[in-house]
């Protein structure tokens, strides 16, 4: 998508779509009023009125998008906005939309060009037969600025994100067989040309640092687990204490020997969203050249039965040292986490560590999904995950971690087994990883709701990988981790 700013007075190509914001019960004047009526368009949120060749605009169509009230009308609301109107012209053979805003200032036009980022996001690649006439037509976005050299500088940090995010949609929407561990390590080296540091490490590495829950989950598959650590050094201090972000990045989870149901195996391609969120916050960090020393670690594996796969009685040793009972080869992800976490704060000693996760099914019936489940042994982390989770529309609740609970994965031969049973299924989880932070600030969020959405209910995120996490987390760095 081409995005400009662009002046009120500049000329509109004759293949032009022009984009209005309504607040609710606004009178429209003559034949807009008209139309209105005829539709039971009152500006209410989210509704939109398509004028086609409207009389007195320069515009093939004219879109009249509801915001509801002005008070409600804050920087998502105009992200919203921008993108509803995106979403109702995309596909209408127009090229060009043009976006006018009530407050021309430089950061809501900004922030509608973001949302138009956003929601003009698509995985096509694989498309071979679509037809024309189906595909967006909307090439170039216009949004009217007062000052658009101003509006284009204020938009730099939000494509900065846009991009950031469009990286973690295309891992979380990429196919099992096109991206497992060692390609998906590949695309994230890759982001060396931004100025990060990625170091790859393998199975011989792993197994010299002791990695044995984390290599055990990948025993079964034949594509060699990796782990895959991202550094940013942008603080002024280079030698400053990082902070750390690691994800669960389980390539296909297939449930090992402890096999799914066929129904819907399909989406376990997404079990990989938390580590995509975590490489996603590091390319925004990078990006907009953060002030602030991070750490992403991802736990690349594939979890597959097999006649060599780890099996459900096995006792596996960690990097830790502590030992682990299987009692379901399905209870991976933790598995990951606890070897990545582990070596993170081993390796890093970071401030805070923060993990995220497509962890539990348990998670989805706890919230729904609108809501990532949040867990933290750190008050203030907690505090600003959830003030930043709210600010960027990405929202969290958070979730406890009641200590009577811990003996729930105490195990009779080993000193914990994977699972703690279906009774707060998230919450054990979320213990189980606990484990293994050595008492290191820490927060985990159980994204297994908010990674994928099918259909989707907002519109700055098509059907599929939403690219959750990235976003609050480059939000909550920018407001408390900075220089
Ligand atoms: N990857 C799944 C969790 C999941 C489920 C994510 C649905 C997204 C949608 C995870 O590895 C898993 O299988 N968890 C099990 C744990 C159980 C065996 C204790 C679950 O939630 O059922
Ligand atoms: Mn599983
Ligand atoms: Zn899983």
Known sequence: MDIQ??????GLSPKSALARIVFEGAALEGALG????ASRFTGGKGQTLDILAPSGVDAARLVLVGVGKPAGFDSLGVENAAATAYNAVKASGLTTLRIELPDTGAEPAARAALGVRLASYRFDKYRTKEPADKKPSIVKTEVVAGDADAALKAFAPHAALADAMSFTRD?????????YPTEYARRVKALESLGLEVEILGEPEMTTLG?????????????????VVIRWNGAADKSAQPIAFVGKGVCFDTGGISIKPADGMEDMKWDMGGSAAVAGLMHVLAGRKAKVNAIGILGLVENMPDGNAYRPGDVLTSMSGQTIEIINTDAEGRLVLADAVWYCQDRFKPKFMVDLATLTGAIIIALGHDLAGCYANNEELAGSLITASNTEG????????????????????ADMKNTGGRPGGSITAAMFIQRFTNGVPWAHLDIAATAWRKPSTSPT????ATGYGVRLLNRMVAEKYED
């Open 5 to 10: 700013f662009v002046a009120a007075t500049a």
């Open 34 to 37: 008209q139309a209105a009526a």
């Open 171 to 179: 891992l979380v929407s990429e196919p099992p067989n096109v991206l």
């Open 211 to 227: 990695m044995g829950s984390l290599l055990a989950v990948g025993q079964g598959s034949i594509r060699e687990s990796q782990l």
């Open 394 to 413: 990405e929202p969290l609740w958070r979730m406890p971690l009641p200590a009577a609970y811990d003996k729930n994965i105490d195990s009779m031969i």
């Open 461 to 464: 995120s098509p059907d599929g």
